[in-house]
């Protein structure tokens, strides 16, 4: 017998702005019982996985997003859940509304340099699976400040 949860999928969502820098947020995540450095993200809540990363990109930053890229699909706890996160770029980006929820009263964001994000991980200060993959998806791409 196995135990497991249900919940739905995720997204996480790196916005990166035309002079290399990506936003990031830092909020308290109960469980772990801290503040913790992550890009932008949440659960789909039955929306496609695109509409929801858009979503939760200005409700969480209050920006939106020209073009959204798929940089791909994990499963962070596959022994756990059977939940995926779906990973994007955003790009194009211009103001929007923030929406955010009670849960994210105390979200502050700041932008880094692609650059500085990716030794945020390495220094383990970014820890969260969708985000420390999504950051290393986005520097491996073509085109884009490489590691």
Known sequence: MYEHVSVSDGVRVVALDTAGRTLLVEDTFYLQGRRMLHVPGGG?????????ALRELEEETGLAAGRLDTLGVIDP???TTRARAHLMLAT????????RDATEEGMTVQWRPLHDAVEAVR?????????????LLTA???GRHQL
Do not use: H
């Open 140 to 142: 491996l791409t073509p």
């Open 77 to 79: 706890l596959p022994g």
């Open 92 to 99: 194009d980006l211009r103001p929007g509304r923030m929406r």
């Open 44 to 52: 789909t809540d039955g929306q496609e996985p695109r509409r929801a």
């Open 123 to 135: 220094a383990g200060e970014i820890t969260e699976a969708g985000s420390v993959t999504a950051l």
